[in-house]
């Protein structure tokens, strides 16, 4: 029973530093599943050399969080924790001793999925997610990346401040961008590009980094990340 007790409450801190971790970075402008893979990767010291990995190192913020997830992981601060739990709790056969580990395995088990999966979790995390960036000055984004297909080519997401020519072409220095589609008000995407762009509407654009700065430059305003 101690080695359960242990390996649950090192799950349960683990989980909460990533799910914390995760969503800091994901309003700091990265895509979910980027943001946690990054988190898990730092916290392991498992680093994952991809191309994605340099999201990680574009803003100071983002940097502070890698270096307080290396610096938790390399610690063993989950393997601390469960250790100083495990030895409060004691490793006892007797019916009261087996009867107060287990009831820590439920109360952890609890935790996770009604405490720390739950939607008032989310938001609190959110809240605080937003308030520490826009402390930081980094609760604005001029486009928010959403997939990085290969070099600096990457999928992202523009809210227009004002409307661009019906021809991509002549957008200038955005010129290099594709229209994949629009992001309607319920979050549904409408593909391909449409008739006619509009101040106001969240298009989805393909291209080179460089390309979609200058379009946001160019024609859009600072997506204010307040939820996920």
């Not at 070099?151 to 955005?174: C, I, Q, R, S, Y």
Request: charged share 15%; aromatic share 6%.
């Amino acid at each position: 029973m101690g080695a359960a007790l242990s390996i649950v409450v090192l799950f349960t801190v683990t989980s909460t530093i990533v799910r914390v971790a995760g969503v800091v970075l994901e309003h700091s402008g990265i895509p979910r599943h980027i943001a946690r893979l990054q988190a898990i990767s730092a916290l392991m010291g498992t680093d994952f050399t991809t191309s994605e990995s340099e999201l990680i190192l574009q803003t100071p913020e983002r940097r502070k969080i890698l270096i307080v997830l290396m610096f938790t992981g390399g610690i063993g601060f989950g393997s601390l924790i469960a250790t100083v739990v495990v030895g409060a709790f004691g490793v006892s056969g007797t019916t009261t001793g087996l009867l107060s580990q287990g009831a820590a395995v439920a109360i952890a088990l609890l935790y996770l999925r009604y405490v720390l999966l739950s939607a008032w979790a989310d938001r609190l995390i959110c809240k605080v997610a937003s308030g520490w960036l826009a402390k930081h000055q980094t609760g604005k984004m001029d486009y928010l990346v959403l997939f990085r297909l290969t070099g600096d080519v990457t999928v992202g997401e523009h809210v227009l401040a004002k409307a661009p020519g019906a021809n991509p072409k002549a957008w200038v220095a955005g010129a290099a961008l594709i229209p994949i589609g629009t992001r309607n008000i319920d979050g549904h995407i409408d593909h391909g590009k449409p008739d006619r762009f509009e101040a106001g509407q969240v298009v989805i654009l393909s291209g080179p980094e460089r390309a979609h700065s200058a379009f946001a430059a160019a024609f859009g305003q600072p997506i204010i990340r307040k939820g996920h």
